[in-house]
């Protein structure tokens, strides 16, 4: 890959309202970390917390122990692919997963608004419990407030995981280093675009459905393969792949580099995204994971992710490098290179 050398670059923040809360301070992206840089971490401060992990790790009676907790907040309730539970249940548990912790239980709060249909109610908590049978981590307690017409869109979900760290891995975002390797599991942009179609009455010749999934048996396989050379382990939710490259690159202070022609974009998400003026790399996803690991160890995790049928079309994309720290640079597929920062705001809102 050829090197490119940014000096003194800045994307400034858009000209917002500064008193309040804004739509995109939930896009994942910079206003997102600007919000927490402000208004959360300053009061809160504590050394768990400034993980910034998908998850804390807390010791717990000499075990190491993963919490994460998501609050899902998805327009509309059921789309393609999945449900508001079906995402919870999976959200958490592979918030937990990409810790490198084998998730055990899962807590689950309701906020439910007057007027919503019992019978959706009953297949978004059916799906949920299927989820969490499936993934074999029960749903063990809960809570349910309900609040006026209009003031809820139907229903919010929060899910809390616990897990437990076994084993040598302990990957984190901070772990990158020049050479490592970068593999994604799958194709990215399905689950944001499922629901955009929706949303837009799009339809094409294959319907797009959310890959929302539970990846704790891609990360034991992984980890069975590839054990403590697994660095970095995320799923690129919220602003899709970039925004999850450039946290890696932030938080290990590397420079990462990739190849536009590999990156796995199924044709009816590159065509949803042309027609809504979208880029596919900042398109959440709920079945995808980002993994950084030492070269060495390369191809025995692709075909430790391609032995599961959530990862038979994983795929290299690229390497961590030395050169411009903190910076996700693309090569095109012309030849050129651009970097792809953080989004301000927020491409795809209420998609997770």
Known sequence: MTSIHIDGSACPLPL????????????GGKLSAALLRSHFLPPLKNPYLEQLGDGAVVP?????????????????????????????VHGTLN???????????LTAGFVLEEGLPLDLLDRIVGAMASA???????????????????????????TTGL????????????????????????????????????????????????????????????????????????DPTRGG???????????????IAVEESLLPIPGEVRAACDILGLDPCYVANEGVLITVV????????????????????????????????????????VGGSRVMDLLPGDQLPRIC
């Open 16 to 27: 917002v309202e500064q008193s309040r809360v804004q739509l995109g301070h939930g896009s």
């Open 163 to 234: 897990g437990i760290l076994a084993g040598h891995s302990r990957p984190g975002p901070h772990q990158a280093e020049p050479g490592d390797d970068i593999l994604v599991s799958g194709p990215i942009g399905r689950h944001g675009m499922a629901i955009m179609a929706v949303r837009e009455g799009l339809e094409f010749e294959s319907a797009i459905v959310s890959d929302t999934a539970n990846l704790t048996p891609l990360v034991h396989a992984l980890n069975h393969a590839a054990g403590s050379s697994i660095a970095v382990l995320r």
């Open 95 to 105: 918030d937990v997963a990409m810790m490198g912790a084998v998730p055990m239980y």
């Open 60 to 88: 717990v009676a000499g075990a190491e122990v993963v919490l994460s907790t998501d609050t899902f907040v998805v327009h509309p309730l059921e789309f393609p692919g999945g449900n508001i539970g079906t995402l919870a």
């Open 241 to 255: 792949l970039a925004s999850a490259l450039n946290e890696i690159a932030q938080a290990s202070r590397v420079g």
């Open 294 to 333: 030492r070269p060495s160890r390369r191809e025995a995790a692709l075909a430790a992710l391609r032995s599961h049928p959530l990862g038979r079309e994983a795929c290299w994309i690229g390497r961590v490098v030395p050169d411009h720290p903190g910076y996700v640079v693309m090569r095109t597929v």
């Open 132 to 158: 969490a049978a499936t993934a074999g981590v029960p749903l063990v307690t809960g809570d349910t407030k309900v609040v006026e017409r209009g003031r809820a869109d139907g229903m919010y979900v929060n």
